[in-house]
């Protein structure tokens, strides 16, 4: 589909705004560069099967008891007693081949939870930008682009990278009224595009990751296309819709 098509793309800076848009025939696409929707891509690349995120940490130690291998962050940390964090090398791993998986992370399984109501939740990084947007085109969908945020508060680099997408999807769909966000992110994005770390050095989140010494995991989260898979919600776990 090349046309618009009265499809409309909206951007969502953080999910306590996300009541502000119609999201019942939309796709929500949940973005949480750093890290959690990268982490998600690159589970998929590596054969996880499915994803169930979880919103708290109680959930997802019940699933242990049903065989799945479970994963917890907070704050940027990974938690004792879980399998897994949200660090995209522990999923580079020949463990989660095959594997379900339970996720709870501080804001990006909580934005998947706010995106309840839409017509498909997806997930999008940097790491899958290409494929992402080469799905978006073809549904016959309106997309909104849902910025996890910290904390409910708005972030700058899932901002770049909804801009990223809007940089590809504008001459597909049509702005709706709530056009402002998508015209900033992607202003800011092309702003950023030739050196995002450089543009990033004084946010918050990148500054927290930094801190906890895990520079690694930003460099590769902000690297683009490295896992061409569009995990997806479908009856409450993510799978890889491309294997579909
Ligand atoms: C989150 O869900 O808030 C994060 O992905 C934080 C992180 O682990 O970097």
């Not at 940490?57 to 962050?73: D, H, N, P, T, V």
């Not at 309840?116 to 930008?129: C, E, P």
Request: with cysteine.
């Amino acid at each position: 589909m090349s046309a618009t098509e009265n499809r409309y793309l909206e951007v969502c800076f953080t999910p306590a705004l996300i009541h502000l848009h119609d999201i019942s025939n939309a796709v929500v696409v949940v973005i949480d560069v750093l890290r959690a929707t990268s982490s998600m891509c690159v589970a998929f690349s590596y054969g996880v099967k499915s994803i169930v995120p979880v919103a708290t940490i109680e959930e997802s130690l019940a699933y242990k008891e049903k065989g799945f291998l479970i994963g917890a962050e907070r704050n940027g940390e990974m938690l004792d007693g879980f399998d897994l964090g949200n660090s995209p090398f522990s999923y580079m791993d020949e463990k989660v081949r095959g594997r379900d998986i339970a996720l709870t992370t501080t804001n990006g399984t909580q934005a998947m939870a706010a995106a309840k109501g839409a017509a498909q939740v997806v997930a999008g990084s940097f790491l899958n930008l290409d494929a992402l947007c080469n799905w978006l085109k073809s549904q016959d969908k309106s997309v909104v682009l849902l910025c996890s945020g910290w904390k409910n508060s708005f972030n700058l680099e899932d901002t770049l990278f909804a801009g990223a997408v809007v940089a590809q999807l504008k001459p597909h769909f049509e702005m709706s009224q709530l056009r402002d966000a998508a015209l900033a992110a992607e202003h800011l994005y092309n702003l950023a595009k030739d050196d995002i770390d450089g543009f990033l050095v004084e946010s918050s989140h990148r500054k927290r990751l930094h801190k906890l010494q895990i520079d690694k995991d930003i460099e590769y989260c902000l690297t683009p296309n490295q896992s061409p898979v569009v995990p997806g919600l479908v009856n409450g776990a993510l799978v890889d819709l491309l294997k579909m």
